[in-house]
């Protein structure tokens, strides 16, 4: 269900639930090294991808329904929605609603507003995923001014956590030509009581700095003072919104001094962004991830700078992880996979 969306309610909540990183480090350098098999094959257009380049689009030209069709489509809408919810064959019929809404609000026999209507009377938060993500499905419509605007209310405003992030979900792949979206999503990291509502704002702001790249490289800049937190989860969620490709060489040396705190999962939040970078900065950044493995005392650590080591260094990275192998740590076998793996890829 919600096959439509980027970011839905339910990644939220899994976010929410694995911020203390509960995986084994041997997992992280093994998921890099099929990565690495898998990086040189052609790769299709993700559909995130293919739904931005739709928004700068015009919707295709086509005949206007007629007024009886409109009426017909309303209808039936507003019939069905009182059975969606029924237990038995639900996520069957939320498929078949999301395909149906998006072809019809393609169409123009249901608009935008018709969901909105909808949305403020609904209830069941599976329900609610679906309409959200049939708006972000057809772009013309996610991005109607009275659509952000539903959304932006909500975020700041709605009494239920789940419809606001819900919102926040939506907001993160919205084409912000105001700025507003940016405001809201950082006033509420800022100054929100709800830690998990500052969590998913920004979450939602690494959804945002992917869509609206233009402004990413400020952003950064703002992000890596949330990296200051006292609230360790709020300092890991800020670096993981970082978008790196836009990262200069100050944000990248924020990051780096992140790899030394206290939090293990600020630490591996760290590491995991530094994979991520430019070129230029390759090798300072392999330097600091040596550095930073010698002191390393958890095994999920290592694993995530050895996994940055293969991201950043690639075949560079082989004279490091040479070294970094005659360390008894719990990831040796790991990093002899990935000498060996890197060794094959020249």
């Not at 950044?285 to 005392?297: D, H, K, S």
């Amino acid at each position: 269900m919600g096959r439509g969306r980027v970011l839905g309610v339910r990644r939220l909540h899994k976010h929410l639930r694995t911020m203390k990183f509960a995986i084994v480090g041997g997992a992280i350098v093994a998921a890099f090294l099929a990565y690495l098999l898998l990086r040189r094959a052609p790769q299709p257009t993700p559909p995130k991808v293919a739904r931005e380049e739709a928004c700068f689009h015009p919707p295709e030209e086509r005949l206007a329904p007629s007024p009886p069709e409109i009426a017909k489509a309303r209808a039936e809408f507003r019939a069905r929605m009182p059975e969606i919810s029924r237990a038995e064959g639900k996520v069957e019929r939320l498929n078949a609603l999301q395909e149906r809404l998006t072809v019809q609000l393609r169409q123009g026999t249901i608009t935008a507003r018709d969901i909105l209507e909808q949305l403020q009377r609904e209830t069941d938060m599976a329900v609610l995923d679906v309409l959200i993500g049939s708006l972000q499905s057809y772009p013309p419509s996610g991005n109607l001014p009275e659509v952000l605007d539903y959304f932006l209310r909500t975020s700041r405003e709605e009494a239920s956590r789940d419809r606001r992030l819900l919102a926040l979900a939506f907001l993160g792949n919205a084409w912000d030509q105001t700025g507003e979206i940016r405001r809201t999503l950082t006033g509420l990291v800022r100054s929100d009581p709800n830690e998990g509502i500052r969590i998913a704002a920004l979450v939602s702001l690494g959804e945002y700095t992917i869509r609206n790249h233009s402004t990413a490289a400020d952003l950064n800049n703002e992000l890596l003072t949330f990296a200051t937190d006292p609230t360790p989860a709020i300092r890991a969620a800020a670096l993981g919104a970082l978008n790196m490709m836009e990262a200069g060489g100050a944000v990248v040396q924020g990051v780096i001094a992140c790899i030394a705190d206290p939090a293990l999962e600020v630490r591996v939040a760290a590491y995991e962004r530094l994979g991520g970078g430019r070129p230029e900065f390759a090798p300072m950044v392999m330097t600091r991830l040596e550095e930073a493995f010698w002191r390393e005392t958890d095994g999920v650590a290592m694993g995530q700078a050895v996994a940055a080591l293969v991201r950043v260094g690639q075949s560079e990275a082989l004279p490091v992880l040479r070294r970094l192998a005659q360390r008894n740590s719990p990831v040796r076998e790991e990093i002899w996979a990935a000498v060996h793996t890197l060794e094959g890829a020249r």
